[in-house]
């Protein structure tokens, strides 16, 4: 920051340049106050039914103090000018005093809803919050989130997809099971049923035999339910199929209803 030294001897030389220097170094002074936005709450301006105290705002960068009083819709930006004698003996307004109030000018649309106001705990501090929770984000191929936009639509500057998620859901992992470490890939698209899968089982029927050779198909008389079968009546048999399938069957992978996102990550070193 530029300064002026006023412990030399001799004469300090005060004209209007140096009061010019030094209302230029009160401006610059207020620069921080863009950090809290276009509307914001320095100190002060404390809400109490329907009235604000006075307080200190910065409106656009430029610190003011603020004038309480009713709540109203907006706040405006009063100016007030003082003459000032010169040493010609003429009265100039060059003593401007300016402060925020509420009211409404017709031309300013400072509204009072959108002035934000930093927490006690301070802008570091929050920012330190911030940073602790975006922390996942700051090793590489460490996070990443979902992306429901359609394809066509641009990712946001810093961004890249993921390639090798796509396809997959994510799931917890499971300590000591085989195939569920964290890092492990596992599952399928679809799946063919086999024999693996069936349970074991059978299915009853019933059969008829016309027998007109004293037993039918070589099968020997009185075959089956202790009917005989060389009468050419048709007799039904109650029989059972062989059993097939397993006692403890494969499982069938089934895919829950899903929704086909894009999973993203902040490209590494984007912003240093």
């Given at each position: 920051?530029?300064?002026?030294?006023?412990?030399?001897t001799g004469?300090f030389?005060?004209?209007?340049n140096v009061?010019a220097?030094?209302?230029a170094?009160?401006?610059?002074a207020q620069l921080?106050a863009?950090?809290?936005g276009q509307?914001c709450?320095?100190?002060?301006?404390?809400?109490?039914g329907t009235?604000?105290?006075?307080?200190?705002?910065?409106?656009?960068?430029?610190?003011?103090?603020?004038?309480?009083?009713?709540?109203?819709?907006?706040?405006i930006?009063?100016e007030?000018?003082?003459?000032?004698t010169?040493?010609?003996?003429?009265?100039?307004?060059v003593?401007?005093?300016?402060?925020?109030?509420?009211g409404?000018?017709?031309?300013?649309?400072?509204?009072?809803a959108?002035?934000?106001?930093?927490?006690?705990?301070?802008v570091?501090?929050r920012?330190?919050?911030l940073e602790?929770?975006?922390?996942?984000?700051l090793?590489?191929n460490a996070?990443?989130?979902?992306?429901?936009?359609?394809?066509?639509?641009p990712l946001?500057?810093?961004?890249q997809?993921?390639?090798?998620?796509?396809?997959?859901l994510?799931?917890?992992?499971?300590?000591?099971?085989?195939?569920?470490a964290?890092?492990?890939?596992?599952?399928?698209?679809?799946?063919v049923?086999?024999?693996d899968?069936?349970?074991?089982?059978d299915?009853?029927?019933k059969?008829?035999f016309?027998?007109?050779?004293?037993g039918?198909?070589?099968?020997p008389?009185n075959?089956?339910?202790g009917?005989?079968d060389n009468?050419n009546?048709?007799?039904?048999?109650d029989?059972?199929?062989?059993?097939?399938?397993?006692a403890?069957p494969t499982?069938?992978p089934t895919?829950?209803?899903?929704?086909?996102?894009?999973y993203?990550?902040p490209i590494p070193?984007?912003?240093?």
């Amino acid at each position: 920051m530029n300064t002026i030294d006023y412990t030399q001897t001799g004469g300090f030389p005060l004209d209007q340049n140096v009061l010019a220097f030094m209302q230029a170094q009160s401006q610059l002074a207020q620069l921080p106050a863009h950090f809290g936005g276009q509307l914001c709450i320095i100190s002060g301006c404390t809400v109490t039914g329907t009235s604000v105290t006075a307080g200190f705002v910065a409106i656009n960068g430029e610190v003011l103090p603020f004038n309480g009083g009713t709540i109203s819709p907006k706040v405006i930006i009063v100016e007030t000018a003082t003459n000032l004698t010169y040493e010609d003996g003429n009265a100039k307004p060059v003593q401007k005093i300016r402060y925020a109030t509420f009211g409404d000018d017709g031309v300013q649309n400072n509204l009072w809803a959108n002035f934000k106001r930093n927490t006690t705990e301070g802008v570091l501090a929050r920012l330190e919050r911030l940073e602790w929770i975006a922390a996942p984000f700051l090793n590489a191929n460490a996070s990443m989130v979902f992306w429901r936009k359609p394809a066509s639509v641009p990712l946001p500057a810093g961004w890249q997809e993921v390639i090798d998620w796509r396809g997959r859901l994510a799931m917890g992992h499971k300590v000591g099971v085989a195939g569920f470490a964290v890092g492990d890939v596992t599952g399928k698209e679809g799946h063919v049923m086999t024999l693996d899968n069936l349970i074991e089982h059978d299915h009853p029927y019933k059969d008829i035999f016309y027998s007109e050779f004293g037993g039918s198909i070589g099968l020997p008389n009185n075959y089956g339910s202790g009917r005989s079968d060389n009468d050419n009546s048709g007799h039904q048999i109650d029989r059972v199929t062989s059993k097939t399938g397993f006692a403890n069957p494969t499982p069938i992978p089934t895919l829950p209803p899903v929704k086909i996102i894009m999973y993203i990550e902040p490209i590494p070193n984007y912003i240093a």
